[in-house]
RNA sequence: GCCGGCGUGGCGGAACUGGUAGACGCGGCGGACUCAAAAUCCGCAGCCUUCACGGGCGUGUGGGUUCGAUUCCCUCCGCCGGCACCA
């Protein structure tokens, strides 16, 4: 095919062009009601770090090519975009380069708006929500006070990690080996006065309602099961002697396995327990032992992993049952924030009990027996109990039943479920982020802040200093009156969590100008028949961010919004953009491009190209500009236009799946691009009539590409959907054109609006060089014949005791007995089968297997 | 540590509900075009074995269920995500 005369493919000159066709009249424009049916289709809204990297670019790829599907196929489709604008990075700025949080944001979203129109992704700007504007963060307070009069605000208490040098709390990512990252010091847990919200209030409709969200991936609705975590056990209480404790001191604790308290044999407190914190002011060694417990820090994992130490108290517990007077120790690894922040030990029973037993020297009684039972180890899973006393020979679920009861009768103790959950602290002690709608009064207390008063707005004169919190430091910001009783009072100075800016965006989107937080009219619209119709976002969001979207959905129908029951009807999560990494003997990162990769006797090493020395391969890392491990978007787009990395994005890996940075496949993408705008410009110059009939093969891949590139959308098979496209490309480059031109035409126009989800700027051009007036964002989708679709012929797949020895070429509606017939006819079948056969299997269009001896 | 996932040619991946393993693409090899190269086009290609026809092996490991397993079940190994103040 000769294409030197024909215009050369250039995405650079075509695809502002198209976009200002877009944008500026704002085609994408989404209103409320008319005769088609809504679909929303939602992305999860970015960071505005400046940088637009790679992962955005996949995210809103996916969601893009959904909504210009659904667009074809009829629907009145919702599809816009916004900003998460508050948060840490912007306060760490701010210290860093000397710019106002507020200024930096802003430059920032304006940086990427400009890339991401350059992506053609088909956003209704006019739905565009930036959280860290009063026009969202108002709103946001408003709702806040709506919660609070349903009585799901309430002020509670939560750890956190306290940098005594800077008099501030740290996140835990700024907690680096126990210490805070600026100041270097050691950091402490610490019990601080929080605004809490109720979410456990709504712990059984959260797992109730995973049931009713089909359209989930079911590892994320585990992953929330488990977080949840609801457990059926008991609270019960022992009677705790010692010195220096009231003579009715009572140790509470919860357990989900009473049927082992015959194997009890000691109790641990956790480092934050009033009983711990009692002996620590008689017992400097208690004292000290706390202490360093509590330099771990909050985050869960640390405290887990860490090594498990304990501190024995002089106290006793006395066992319920057996009057033992029992061990009590201290645990670094007792949760404060789980159950009664104390627990018993069954040591026979429980992995870690029975570290812990074994390393201090405590008895292990086991009580429960099964099948896997090993001396020595502890056996964890439930059987049937000995040693017991009266319970032996139960098993471990009637035994739970009976000492419950038992505890229950003697009024020490109570059946109870328990959830992991916890309730959410949404206090930050930090500037950027929405303010607390509440004001405290040295008489009246705690008081909301007056509706008509909203948004409370941060003020902008702050010093950042890296020292305590910059609201509480203004000089006057937080001076005010008391709405109660008109005398001095001042500001709550917390401001919220950015995860509450979070859980309700995709409602604000729908009415991104009223004074009322959420127009019902408009969220009624949108969110009927069960929420967003489709969100796409990456995994790491399974747990948090996507269950307080959900709680608070249900707190704000609650609160007599129209939201419905849950906010997200299907989700779709997809995989990171990685990278491999390496690092050059002094530190340096290194692009793939400058290290050449060799294999020597199957292991493999890397050596960079300019000086030949070794480098390190790093394991796959999510691609970044510090680690040099892929490119980023700006410079990618300037050299191959939007449609090739849209492509490239779709076609490397399924959405699902981690997808790996290689600039070749790139490279594939621009190939293809460039072989389907050749082919259109042949098939510009063919006539649109032909005397010869249809080519049935041809026809017949373009009715089953139609087919299968719907169905593979719809399932967000992406990258299948551009291999079907891939095929019919070469399919229709491989025909005859002359003699048939019109079908040849036709194919290629097809091809254009199947692909036109994935890269709208070329077929966009190429379609309308085949002389169509009508846009493709504003044709129909293409329909198939499920009677051309199908091949009239098919290979029936002859096996012999399960292997394939011949393939047959039979019509697609064969019969079964002549499928048989002629399988057992095949000569290599004949020669295989040595004695009768003595089972056919047959599957309709498949295969035949015969089972011989 | 706890919870969840993933593992298929040299590479990314395909295989609808248990039925031809390797579609499509990258890289590679051979050819055409070219003074030459790039680009483009045509062809070959899982591994082992065989001159060839063919045969054997093969979806991280080991086992199980089945006429038949990448797919279902169990063991182990490796990698990845989350763990409540990163977003």
Redesign the pocket.
Known sequence: ?N?TSTPKYAPQAIEAKWQETWFKPNVFKAEAGGAKPKYYVLEML??P?GQLHMGHVRNYTLGDVLARYKRAKGFNVMHPMGW??????AENAAMKRKTHPKQWTLNNIAEMKKIMRQFGWSYDWSKEVTSCLPSYYGPQQALFLDMFDKGLVYRGE?L??WDPIDQT???????VDGKGWRSGAPVERRK?P?WCLA?TKYADQLLADLDKLPNW????K??Q???L?KSYGVEFYFKLTGEGLPADAKLQVYTTRPDTIMGTSFAVLSPEHEYSALLAQTDPKAAAFIAEAKAMG????I???AEKKGYPTPYKAIHPFTNEAMPVWIGNFVLA??GTGAIKSAPAHD??DHAFATKYNLPIRPVVTGPGVEEGKPYAPKGTLINSGKWDGLTSDAAIQAVIAEMEQLGIGKGKTQ????????????Y??CPIPFIHCPKCGVVAAPRETLPIQLPEDVEFTGSGNPLANHPTWKQTTCPTCGGAAERET?TM???M??SWYYLRYLCPYTKEPLDKAAVGYWMAGGGVDQYIG????????LLYARFFTKALRDCGYPVGDEPFKALLCH??V?GNTYQAADGRYLYPREVELR?ADGVKAAFERATGAEVKIL????ISKSKNNGDSPDGLLAKYGADTLRLYML????P?????W?E??I??????L??VW?LAQVAAELPTTQTAAPDRALQQKLHSTIAKVSA?IE?F?Y??M??????L??AL??ADSAAQPALVREGVATLLRLLNPACPHITEELWAMLGNSTPLHATDWPTFNPALAQAEE??L?V?V?????A?LVVPHDIAKDSAIALAKAAP?VQ??LSGPVL?E?Y?P???V?L?GA
């Not at 991936?217 to 994320?220: C, G, H, L, M, S």
């Not at 990456?538 to 961010?545: D, F, N, Q, R, S």
């Not at 551009?722 to 095929?727: G, H, K, T």
């Open positions: 095919m294409t970015p960071y770090s998460d604008a508050f948060g840490l990075p939560a956190v990690n709390v740290l996140a835990n990512e700024q907690v601080m929080q979410i991936p079911q590892r994320v585990t992953m099961e488990n977080w975590g909050t985050a869960q994992e405290v887990d992993r924030t789980y992995e870690r959830w992991r959950l916890r309730d959410w602290g949404v206090s930050r002690q930090r950027w982020g917390d969590d950015t995860f800016d979070s990456g995994i790491e969001h399974a747990v948090l961010h995989g990171m990685v294999d394991p796959m890392e999510k076609f490397t890996a399924p699902e799946r981690d997808l790996e290689s070749a496949a490279e594939g993408a621009w190939r293809f460039n072989r050749a593979d399932r098979q990258n299948t551009v291999a079907a496209c891939m095929e490309t070469n480059q491989a098919i290979t797949v096996q005791n399960g292997k394939v020895r393939k290599e020669e295989w089972k299997v599957v269009g498949r295969l297997n089972v």
